[in-house]
């Protein structure tokens, strides 16, 4: 069994390293920011089947059984699986037992319940996941609940929603990032792809 969780901290870190090497080099060019990159579609596709994989055979991969950063790793690679709904909510539930057990992080649990929600069509509750808005700025999807965000987030150790938004806006000015040349097709083509792969009916 030792050997197992080996050889699974090992291609847990390679596929996580991987993914952070193509988007570096896609955000380079510039390419990354025109859509859901096909090069990186690929690879979360091809990381989240290896995923299924170990979690079939592991469970959770958590810090006692591959590491702490290899369980990040894992959280990684499954936040990125989001052309696969069904993986994503199996591993929530996976990663809320494992939160409960202090195996990962409470905030890694609640960034995958924000992501599914906001590609389920609703609001988010702790406000971890952005996109452009109409007005050409970064800013979180909707959040349930909206009065009461901040009141979570400290639940769980993040920071206060104000701070994270203005970071984020940053960060993307930072990076080169440009909001989407067409804001209204950008979101014609988002509902087009969560109905393709099964987010929304």
């Keep these: 069994m030792e050997n197992d969780s080996q050889s699974a901290r090992a291609e847990l870190l390679a596929m996580a390293a991987e993914d952070l090497r193509v988007r570096e080099e896609l955000a380079r060019s510039g390419a990354l920011f025109e859509g859901y990159h096909s090069r990186m579609r690929e690879l979360h596709e091809r990381n989240a089947a290896r995923l299924a994989v170990i979690m079939e055979r592991h469970g959770w991969p958590g810090k006692s059984l591959v590491g702490e950063d290899a369980a990040k ?3 990684l690679i499954l936040q990125h699986a989001i052309s696969d709904p069904s993986l994503q909510r199996r591993g929530l539930s996976l990663l809320r037992n494992a939160a409960a057990i202090g195996e990962v992080s409470l905030i890694q649990a609640a960034m995958l319940e924000d992501r599914i929600s906001s590609n389920e069509g609703k609001g988010q509750r702790y406000g971890t996941q952005f996109d452009w808005d109409e007005h050409g700025r970064i800013s979180p999807l909707p959040i349930d609940d909206e009065s009461n965000v901040d009141q ?8 206060p929603h104000a701070e ?10 930072e990076s080169g990032e440009k909001p989407p040349h067409d804001w209204k097709a950008r979101q014609r083509e988002k509902l087009e792809w969560l109905r393709s792969t099964g987010w929304l009916a």
């Design 152 to 159: 979570r987030r400290a639940e769980i150790g993040l920071a």
């Design 164 to 173: 994270v938004i203005a970071r984020m806006r940053q960060l993307a000015a």
């Design 73 to 75: 790793s894992a959280w």
